[in-house]
């Protein structure tokens, strides 16, 4: 089936670590993004990519980096300099700015 | 469980009554919204949408209504079932920007 898969689900990190989030899409999309989602909050766009090889940062890129060297891959670090990383984060993907698709999130928590 | 939502407004209908849900949108230059479903634990899910023309738009049991003059969106479901219990939230955006704005959410909670 077509989608958005996320990896892993729950993910623990120590203080001072950097962590990566896993995103694929095999819907052929171009467009890519992360969002941080906290309780009480609305989505936050922490960064975005329309094309290969090219990103932009959201509203809350500080402590984040991002790669997209493949089409149907936009993988998330979360490094030690993000210093309130505990969040549900969430991959999306769209071919047009018309509406997204989500993937399932994962969960971070620092240990 | 998931932890996201815990502070949201909570609308709890009994099951097989109608639901209705509202959102203030922010920017009077958006012209396409959405509205999403979040269950514990999920991603947010496509419900229905609506673009700036129209006022009101009819998908199965939901139905979105737009009103420009106060920047207001509306989710109505019909006859409510539990497996609606879930998060629900509009999103907002203007044609030819990649970015989104996104409500707080709604919780539903539906009463057997």
């Known amino acids: 089936d077509g989608g958005i898969t996320q990896s892993p689900k729950y993910l623990f990190r120590k203080e001072g670590q950097n962590v990566t989030l896993s995103c694929e899409q095999n819907l052929n999309h171009d467009a890519m993004y992360w969002y941080r989602q906290d309780p009480g909050q609305g989505l936050r766009l922490i960064y975005y990519?329309?094309?290969?090889?090219?990103?932009q940062k959201g509203d809350i890129a500080e402590g984040y980096s991002v790669s997209r060297e493949k089409k149907e891959s936009f993988p998330l670090t979360v490094t030690s300099a993000q210093k309130n990383p505990t969040a549900f984060y969430l991959c999306a993907s769209s071919s047009t700015t018309w509406g997204y698709t989500f993937g399932s999130g994962t969960r971070l928590t620092v240990v | 469980g998931e932890s996201v939502g815990l502070h949201l407004p909570t609308l709890s209908v009994q099951e097989g009554d109608n639901s209705i849900i509202n959102c203030a949108y922010s920017n009077s230059a958006s012209d396409y919204f959405i509205w999403y479903k979040q269950e514990s634990g999920k991603g947010p899910q496509f419900i229905i949408d609506i673009r700036s023309n129209m006022d009101k738009r009819q998908g199965q049991r939901v139905t979105v209504l737009l009103n420009k003059t106060v920047k207001h969106l509306s989710l109505q479901i019909a006859a409510t079932q539990p497996g609606d219990s879930a998060v629900y939230f509009c999103?907002?955006?203007?044609?030819?920007?990649?970015?989104?704005?996104f409500g707080t959410g709604t919780r539903l909670k539906v009463l057997a």
């Open positions: 999103a907002e955006t203007s044609m030819g920007t990649y970015k989104y704005i």
């Open positions: 990519s329309q094309i290969v090889n090219d990103f």
